[in-house]
T-cell receptor, first 116, second 112 residues
Framework: AQKITQTQPGMFVQEKEAVTLDCTYD???????LFWYKQPSSGEMIFLIY??????QNATEGRYSLNFQKARKSANLVISASQLGDSAMYFCAMREGQGSGSRLTFGEGTQLTVNP | GAGVSQSPSNKVTEKGKDVELRCDPI?????LYWYRQSLGQGLEFLIYFQGNSAPDKSGLPSDRFSAERTGGSVSTLTIQRTQQEDSAVYLC??????????FGPGTRLLVL
């Protein structure tokens, strides 16, 4: 079974609108972390936001927020007030276990295009 | 800069040749990871180093792949007898013990 599922291969949004990128995950480990990364066409992986499995509140970082629904095993990324520079590939990833002691498992990614 | 650096940024090689890819992690980060990203795909874990512990090599696709980390800092990923299917972007990441992984710019490898 896929550990990380991103069901939207491509998404389009108008500049200044909000967009939600979906991510569901599968793990039996009670301790895990969820990450979102942005990969522009230049290729670098840019860390956006992190949510720990025991965190009580949804993570927020500027225009990025993570809609964490633990019972549904979903960790959707919400980008508010989209900008043209947000056009990129977005990856959801999971780390199982405490600390940095394990690999990240990535989803297949969602290509976001922001239209002017 | 203070980020993860990788070299070379691009490498073109002939099938059958060996290549070495280098990663310089963020200073003070104890964990170092190598991933591979084939065209249009997500990232595939290769190998992980944490401090002086034995590395987790479970993601290496074949015995042609090896990696070492000298002095707990710089790491080298070596691919012997390269094949065309090794063509990909090789990404290195580092993290502190409890922190998030920060990635380098990657090395784009093309095997002709």
């Amino acid at each position: 079974a896929q550990k990380i599922t991103q069901t939207q291969p491509g998404m389009f949004v108008q500049e200044k609108e909000a967009v939600t990128l979906d991510c569901t995950y599968d793990t039996s480990d009670p301790s895990y972390g969820l990450f979102w990364y942005k990969q522009p066409s230049s290729g670098e992986m840019i860390f956006l936001i992190y949510q720990g499995s025991y965190d009580q509140q949804n993570a927020t970082e500027g225009r990025y927020s993570l809609n964490f629904q633990k019972a549904r095993k979903s960790a959707n990324l919400v980008i508010s007030a989209s900008q043209l520079g947000d056009s990129a590939m977005y990856f959801c990833a999971m780390r199982e276990g405490q600390g940095s002691g394990s690999r990240l498992t990535f989803g297949e990614g969602t290509q976001l295009t922001v239209n002017p | 800069g203070a980020g993860v650096s990788q070299s070379p940024s691009n490498k073109v090689t002939e099938k059958g040749k060996d290549v070495e890819l280098r990663c310089d992690p963020i200073s003070g980060h104890t964990a170092l990871y190598w991933y591979r990203q084939s065209l249009g795909q997500g990232l595939e874990f290769l190998i992980y180093f944490q401090g002086n512990s034995a590395p987790d090599k479970s993601g290496l696709p074949s015995d042609r792949f090896s990696a070492e980390r000298t002095g707990g800092s710089v790491s080298t990923l070596t691919i012997q007898r390269t094949q065309q299917e090794d063509s990909a972007v090789y990404l290195c990441a580092s993290s502190s013990f409890t922190g998030s992984q920060y990635f380098g710019p990657g090395t784009r490898l093309l095997v002709l």
